[in-house]
């Protein structure tokens, strides 16, 4: 095929005949006497060809749209006559006929494209009615949101442009498959008609079907945020994820573009091509849906936390199967969860801690034999006991220094100095606990013995306490605190 000298079914013959009845009605109104302008006007919607005199109707809907929009600061006026203008430029490509020759019979093709055209625009109608809609000062949320963005001056110009002028005349190009049906009305009915006429049908159904669906989902959610109640599941999430919204994030809008380009293959079956320049209308549809879908979603990711996550696994448009969701970044599964809940596990290389009953019994031999002479062989058990102690003491703070991070940081030689020095205090003790209990009366030695027993029992909490300080302090050493032992050593 070639693509340079192809007019996409007979666009130039259309382009010359727009511009013909556009000369036409220009210099009739400049000519004309006053008063007759009506007349003309008339005239040229009878006469003159259908798309032309359509391309004019919409023009003139979006100058009324557009100026309505300025004292009113509103831009949905274009969306109030979203389901009626296609409706009524199908009947105007079926009806033409019949206004400047009465009893010239329908066409068949003609007749259900303006019939499956009026039933979507009339449910679409009722639709958006329910929604409040049609009030006078009423718009869609997206305009406000995209004002509050941008300067008055640029949005001005797209107001013109884009929301009056450009979605009208898309319109219009929604409804052009019936102006090629009207071009080849001798075209018969086949198959490929019937083909559309079902697709039109099961999208009809489709988008009514979802439609419904959010009605309801934004029903129930706002009756309960007006009685002040909680939002149950699913409702708590704020938007619907149920029913066809599990399959597509957007099932309306898919059905949407799908009634129009199954609109599109009337006009394939009516002019026998393909590829012909009506597949504009469906063309720009879809892009018109690309960018408010995104839009759209911008917004609601902005209002519900959880929507990018239904983003990422549902479906954008086509309904598809919806994936699995994937768990937060923070979140830990249960089997991590219960590893986390379990105590740590002892080595077992560490020896048992020293129990308190343990070191009760072993002051308590001391106190006994208080101003007595002890024998060798008891001594060396009680010796064997503390160090016992002591280790159990060292074990129980090597487990605790594994478990949290030291508050002092001190190198191997450092700690291997304190350990050193905390053994000659305790020989130290030992042997003065041992002079004095010789030396005093029996209450004196009574209780020296027992405190030297206590003392010896005693764990040391921390090795790092210097020789220097256990001098200073009294016989009996006392429960500091790591804090106020490092204070000591500092002083």
Known sequence: MDWTS???????????????????????????????????????????????SAVAIALLLAAICFLLSLPTNRHSWVDKLWS?????????????????????????????????????????????????????????????????????????????????????????????????????????????????????????????????????????????LRAGKPLPPPLDRGFCTTGLFRYSRHPNFWAEQGIWWSMYLFGVAASGRWLNWTIVGPFFLSMLFQGSTWLTELISSAKYPSYASYQKTTSRLMP???????????????????????????????????????????????????GKAKPAEQEEEEEEEQKEVAEGSEGEEAEQKESAAPRSRRSAAQRSAAATADTKRRVAARSRAGKTAEEASGVDAASSGAEEAAAAARPSRSPRKSAKAAAAEAPVPTRQSSRLRAKTVAA
């Open 84 to 224: 009626v203008a296609p409706v009524y430029y199908f009947w105007h490509f079926a009806l033409h006929d019949q206004l400047k020759t009465r009893g010239v019979p329908v066409n068949v093709r003609l007749l259900a494209m303006s019939t499956l055209a009026s039933v979507w625009g009339i449910r679409l109608t009722l639709n958006f009615a329910r929604k409040g809609g049609y009030r006078w000062m009423d718009e869609d949320y997206r305009w406000p949101w995209l004002r509050a963005r941008v300067h008055w001056f640029p949005f001005l110009i797209f107001n013109l442009t884009f929301i009056a002028v450009i979605q009208h005349l898309l319109l219009l190009a929604l409804a052009a498959p019936a102006y090629l049906a009207w071009q080849n009305v001798s075209t018969p009915v086949g198959p490929l008609d019937a083909a559309a006429a079902t697709l039109v049908a099961f999208f009809q159904l489709f988008e009514a079907a979802a439609d419904e669906q959010q009605w309801a989902f934004q029903t129930a959610k706002h009756a309960l």
């Open 320 to 370: 598809w199967f919806p994936g699995e969701p994937a768990l937060p970044a923070q979140q830990h599964t249960e089997a991590e969860e219960e590893e986390e809940d379990e105590p740590p596990q002892p080595r077992s290389s560490r020896k048992p801690r020293a129990s308190s009953r343990r070191t009760s019994a072993a002051a308590k031999p001391a106190a006994g034999t208080a």
């Open 6 to 52: 192809c007019d996409f079914g007979g666009f130039t013959s259309v382009l010359s005949s727009l511009d013909f009845w556009r000369g036409w009605l220009a210099n009739s109104l400049k000519y004309s006497q006053r008063g007759t302008e009506g007349a003309i006007l008339l005239r040229f919607y009878q006469t003159a060809d259908p798309l032309a």
